[in-house]
């Protein structure tokens, strides 16, 4: 079964700072999704990348797919308190885009 | 337009009772998705429907199951409740005309098992 490895597990930063969160794929990328949840809440969906060398970018959110390290990358740019929360990936498995299976999170910090 | 809701929000059982949770879609989607939420494993897939058929079924006991309605509505049925169920159940709606589509998950019901 496809595995998605987030790192980190965790994630402490000051307010301004860049970060980036990782997700790595044991198989073949065929869509990759970002959400972010807030504790024991739904997920927001952020971005979804299909294609290599995708990327894509929301207000200071930018979301990259590297297809051939089976890799993607979240990047954060002047990071805020409201970007606080739990951050997951998920792929399609087996390229069926309505059963995805996601990473263990990676939960990220802003300290004012 | 309204986004996925899920009811109940919170639920309380004891061991060996059965609990059935409540998913209604956004309007116009058909497609609707089952998760499973726990602090060990993770957010794992439990099923997927599309215009009333089980689509796809995930990793989990048949104590777990589901059905979807003609309005697209879905629920899911747990039978014989055991501690390890205490997790937090999403659903997610997607339109999904073909290709790849993005799925809108609801707020999660919280069921806890005493």
């Known amino acids: 079964s496809q595995e998605l490895e987030q790192s980190p597990q965790s994630l402490i930063v000051q307010e301004g700072k860049n970060l980036t969160i990782n997700c790595t794929s044991s198989?073949?990328?065929?869509?990759l999704y970002w959400y972010k949840q807030k504790y024991g809440e739904g997920l927001i969906f952020l971005m979804m990348l299909q294609k290599g060398g995708e990327e894509k970018s929301h207000e200071k959110i930018t979301a990259k797919l590297d297809e051939k390290k089976q890799q993607s990358s979240l990047h954060i740019t002047a990071s805020q308190p409201s970007h606080a929360g739990i951050y997951l990936c998920g792929a399609e498995v087996g390229g069926s885009n309505y059963k995805l299976t996601f990473g263990k999170g990676t939960l990220l910090t802003v300290n004012p | 337009k309204a986004g996925v809701t899920q009811t109940p929000r919170y639920l309380i059982k004891t061991r060996g009772q059965q609990v059935t949770l409540s998913c209604s879609p956004i309007?116009?989607?058909?497609?609707v998705s089952w998760y499973q939420q726990t602090p060990g494993q993770g957010l794992q897939f439990l099923f997927e429907?599309?215009?009333?058929?089980?689509?796809n079924k995930g990793n989990f006991p048949g104590r777990f199951s589901g059905r979807q309605f003609s309005n697209s509505r879905s629920e899911m049925n747990v039978s014989t409740l055991e501690l390890g169920d205490s997790a937090l159940y999403l659903c997610?709606?997607?339109?999904?005309?073909?290709?790849?589509?993005?799925?809108?998950f609801g707020p999660g019901t919280r069921l806890t098992v005493l």
């Open positions: 198989k073949t990328l065929y869509g």
């Open positions: 309007s116009g989607h058909r497609s």
């Open positions: 997610a709606s997607s339109s999904y005309s073909g290709g790849y589509n993005e799925q809108f």
């Open positions: 429907y599309f215009s009333e058929t089980q689509r």
